[in-house]
T-cell receptor, first 112, second 113 residues
Framework: GQNIDQPTEMTATEGAIVQINCTYQTSGFNGLFWYQQHAGEAPTFLSYNVLDGLEEKGRFSSFLSRSKGYSYLLLKELQMKDSASYLCAVRDDSGGYQKVTFGTGTKLQVIP | GAVVSQHPSRVICKSGTSVKIECRSLDFQATTMFWYRQFPKKSLMLMATSNEGSKATYEQGVEKDKFLINHASLTLSTLTVTSAHPEDSSFYIC?????????FGPGTRLTVL
């Protein structure tokens, strides 16, 4: 099975930087996704990390450490529209087919 | 990015009726599609993996006779909620993978009265 842990809620100020952590335990790890989900909408893809290290994509960066079972999503220059839930999801191929399991999500509130 | 569509986006039905939800990959072929269910303020729960040309793989606790999945072509998977009840009311989302990323459809909000 899989165990994915991320904080339930976070609050940050407009223009600031926020880091959302995700820890996981899985047997057949083959990548970690980050998604953004606004209320009432489907998730939108942000990043996919397979190898250790930091991947930067504009204001968003994602980091992965496979040995530590740890990832974080870094959001810079926060904007009000960044208020959303951020879902960490782990891909596991151990069952003979690709399976992605989602964490419970971190609800980020950006305040002025 | 790749586009996945779902239809309908919103449906209200009476208890006991069946509802079909379509998931299409618009600009790529998907041999595998995934169906998720999301309860209010909860994360996504994988219901089943839809495989083109073969039977779907259901997650533990998901009734295959209640949630019928048909993956008829490389661009279309359907989820039919049979004999729907109010407890089936939820947000149903499909996804498909391409280019190493997973893309979601916009979701279908089902309300069973």
């Amino acid at each position: 099975g899989q165990n994915i842990d991320q904080p339930t809620e976070m609050t940050a100020t407009e223009g600031a930087i926020v880091q959302i952590n995700c820890t996981y335990q899985t047997s057949g790890f083959n990548g970690l996704f980050w998604y953004q989900q606004h209320a009432g909408e489907a998730p939108t893809f942000l990043s996919y990390n397979v190898l250790d290290g930091l991947e930067e994509k504009g204001r968003f960066s994602s980091f992965l450490s496979r040995s530590k079972g740890y990832s974080y999503l870094l959001l810079k220059e926060l904007q009000m529209k960044d208020s959303a839930s951020y879902l960490c999801a782990v891909r596991d191929d151990s069952g003979g087919y690709q399976k992605v399991t989602f964490g419970t999500g971190t609800k980020l509130q950006v305040i002025p | 990015g790749a586009v996945v569509s779902q239809h309908p986006s919103r449906v209200i039905c009476k208890s006991g009726t069946s509802v079909k939800i379509e998931c299409r990959s618009l600009d790529f072929q998907a041999t595998t599609m995934f169906w998720y269910r999301q309860f209010p303020k909860k994360s996504l729960m994988l219901m089943a993996t839809s495989n083109e040309g073969s039977k779907a793989t259901y997650e533990q606790g998901v009734e295959k006779d209640k949630f019928l999945i048909n993956h008829a072509s490389l661009t279309l998977s359907t989820l039919t909620v049979t004999s729907a009840h109010p407890e089936d009311s939820s947000f149903y989302i499909c996804s498909a993978n391409t280019g190493g990323a997973k893309f979601f459809g916009p979701g279908t909000r089902l309300t069973v009265l």
